[in-house]
């Protein structure tokens, strides 16, 4: 996108005191800003400037509408004292092109959309230096909209969202003070956010991700397309959470570029679905404390309905790869669908995490590329039950380069079921030796048709002649 300049101007004794607010009257009329100019007492004008004065709160009732288009000429909207325009009708604001946005705000105020009656829609505006917008309960679409340099004293976020849906496409956010986009926990909304760039938001350094959302709607979340970049503050990217089972959240996050945070992805609560696919998470390490941040996904499941599907992903250069807590579920590839993740060189204190189950949970996380084909190398660099008995399981193997996938067709043996409940059958013949991933002799025998093995709860390795089977017992 090319740049535009906002001119700031100040206005000292420029305006009079005026009508504190106004309010139309609700009965079907579009109102462009120099019929506010002349009904409302609270919008002058500046025809040298083309410069629009907000000093007056203003409602657009219900069935009315606001409409701004920038046209051949200069436009600019300011407020003075904080005062808010409300949108209880519709709000239409069009700029003309990439050169020549719609500056609104510069300086102070709001705006706000509440239980409006009708879908507003806003393209190539350019909200700068404002306390705030919100919507509620309405339908509103920004397209290719940007939003810089808001505050954060009355309102944590740049946008804030409450049982709704939204709508953003090609949209900027850049050097917010607060969250780019947020919803709170006591509200549901499903936010569509697609190809948005976010950059260097949260400069109050508060450790927030720059999209940070509730519990969603009876639509899906969608965070699709974007390029999320930390900048130089200790900002994440995404966290979605619903720690009060306020619904059953469904997300997406799909092919985004989510890169030099404090974290990538965070996913904490009750009743999530996600799935996580074609996304590149790297070098979130901007952090001064491991133990906090740093993740590229995280879950934090408080119970097992806290699930992700996590395929065709790049993780890399993060202070913890994949982590998982308590109930989180994390799928990283079956037998049947691999993962097809590259999970490598995530580490801290000189320790590669590329995946960390801290929880009771079993892990599937077969055909992954953890940057070695060496098998003990990539047990080295997970943390599961054979670090910890009170851990859950990770079955990684086969994974990408696995010497063993091209060898199990090289002896007619098989394991049934996997996993199993404590008890599996493996039907072959010959030599057959079941060790842990420890290495250690757990059985060794010879058999000829079927053999019923119980064994505890873990991963083991069956051999038979040169080739091998991986069996999770549960």
């Known amino acids: 996108m090319k740049k535009a300049t906002l001119i700031l101007a100040l206005f000292l004794g420029f305006i009079p005191m005026l009508n504190a607010q106004w309010t139309s009257p609700g009965n079907g009329t579009t109102y462009t ?4 100019v002349e009904v409302s007492g609270c919008v002058s004008f500046d025809p040298q400037i ?3 004065f907000i000093s007056g709160d203003i409602t657009i009732s219900a069935n009315d509408k606001l409409y701004i288009n920038r046209n051949d000429g200069l436009i600019y909207i300011t407020f003075a004292n904080d005062y808010t325009i409300t ?7 069009m700029g003309q092109d990439e050169d020549h946005y719609l500056p609104i705000g510069m300086g102070s105020g709001h705006l706000r959309f509440e239980d409006a009656s009708d879908p507003s829609f806003l393209s190539y505006c350019w909200f700068g230096e404002m306390n705030g917008i919100q ?3 309405s339908d509103v679409t920004f397209d290719t909209c940007r939003f810089h340099y808001f505050y954060s004293q009355q309102q944590s976020s740049a946008v804030n969202c409450m049982n709704c849906d939204p709508v953003f496409t090609n949209c900027e956010f850049y050097s917010n003070e607060g969250v780019a986009i947020s919803s709170p926990a006591n509200g549901q909304g499903s936010p569509q956010i697609v190809n948005c760039n976010f950059e260097n938001n949260v400069t109050s350094n508060a450790n927030q991700p720059q999209i940070n959302l509730g519990p969603g709607s009876n639509d899906t979340i969608r965070i699709v397309g974007c390029t999320i970049e930390g900048g130089n503050n200790i900002v994440g990217g995404i966290a ?9 959240t469904k ?3 799909q092919n985004n570029y989510i890169a030099n945070g404090s974290f990538g992805y965070d996913q904490e609560g009750i009743h999530i679905s996600s799935i996580i696919e074609g996304n590149q998470i790297v070098n979130n390490s901007h952090t001064d404390n491991p133990m906090v941040n740093g993740s590229g996904i995280n879950l934090y499941g408080v119970d097992e309905n806290n699930n992700a599907i996590i395929r065709n992903n790049i993780i890399t250069g993060n202070l913890w790869g994949v982590t998982v807590f308590y109930a989180g579920d994390a799928n990283l590839g079956t037998e049947d ?3 097809h993740n590259q999970i490598h060189d995530n580490g801290n204190g000189g320790v590669i995490y590329d995946l960390y189950n801290n929880s009771p949970g079993d892990i599937m996380a077969v055909g992954n590329d953890w940057g070695t084909t060496i098998e003990q190398e990539v047990e080295n660099h997970i943390v599961h039950q054979y670090d910890n008995p009170e851990l859950g399981i990770v079955n990684y193997i086969p994974f990408v380069g696995y010497d063993a996938v091209n060898e199990e067709n090289t002896c007619n043996f098989n394991v049934s079921p996997n996993p199993a409940q404590g008890r599996f059958t493996v039907n072959g013949q010959g030599s057959m030796t079941i060790t842990n991933t420890l290495g250690q002799t757990i059985i060794t025998k010879e058999i000829d048709g079927r053999e019923s ?3 505890p709860r873990g991963l083991y390795v069956v051999k038979i002649g040169n080739a091998t089977r991986k069996v999770i017992v549960e």
């Open 453 to 455: 093995i119980a064994l």
């Open 50 to 52: 083309f410069y629009y």
């Open 135 to 137: 919507i509620i309960n």
């Open 337 to 339: 669908d691999w993962g």
């Open 33 to 36: 800003l120099d019929d506010l």
């Open 240 to 248: 979605i959470a619903d720690l009060m089972a306020n619904g059953a």
């Open 87 to 93: 949108i209880k009708g519709s709000m239409e604001a």
């Open 251 to 253: 997300v997406l996050i």
